[in-house]
């Protein structure tokens, strides 16, 4: 099982980004999946998170600007990200609990580097 994260670039201040994550290989059903961050010199952190049929969580950080969404029939996470701000610079790593082979097992994607600069 693989997490693939696309959708990184550099965006000036208030503008937007979509972040993608497939998901590929013997996959049964995924269950939560979620976005973190990393800026230079900190901390990992969540950004969004969503289980199956439950509302999703934010970071107070992101809330009104960033949407988390899946296509479960894709096998794909988006976060969608309006009207970004220079903190947002960071490398974006896409996360998710997956049934594989009658296993649960969580999974990091590689990391898409955001940069929110004018």
């Known amino acids: 099982v693989q997490l693939q994260a696309s959708g990184g670039g550099l965006v000036q201040p208030g503008g937007f980004l979509r972040l993608s994550c497939a998901a590929s290989?013997?996959?049964?059903?995924?269950?939560?999946v979620a976005w973190y961050r990393q800026a230079p010199g900190k901390l990992r952190e969540l950004v969004a998170a969503?289980?199956?049929?439950?509302?999703?969580n934010y970071a107070d950080s992101v809330k009104g600007r960033f949407t988390i969404s899946r296509d479960n029939a894709k096998k794909t996470v988006y976060l969608q990200m309006n009207s970004l701000k220079p903190e947002d610079t960071a490398v974006y790593y896409c996360?998710?609990?997956?049934?594989?082979?009658?296993?649960?097992?969580?999974?990091w994607g590689q990391g898409t580097l955001v940069t929110v600069s004018s």
């Open positions: 996360n998710a609990d997956i049934w594989s082979q009658s296993k649960l097992v969580n999974y």
């Open positions: 290989g013997s996959i049964s059903s995924i269950n939560t």
């Open positions: 969503v289980s199956p049929g439950t509302n999703p």
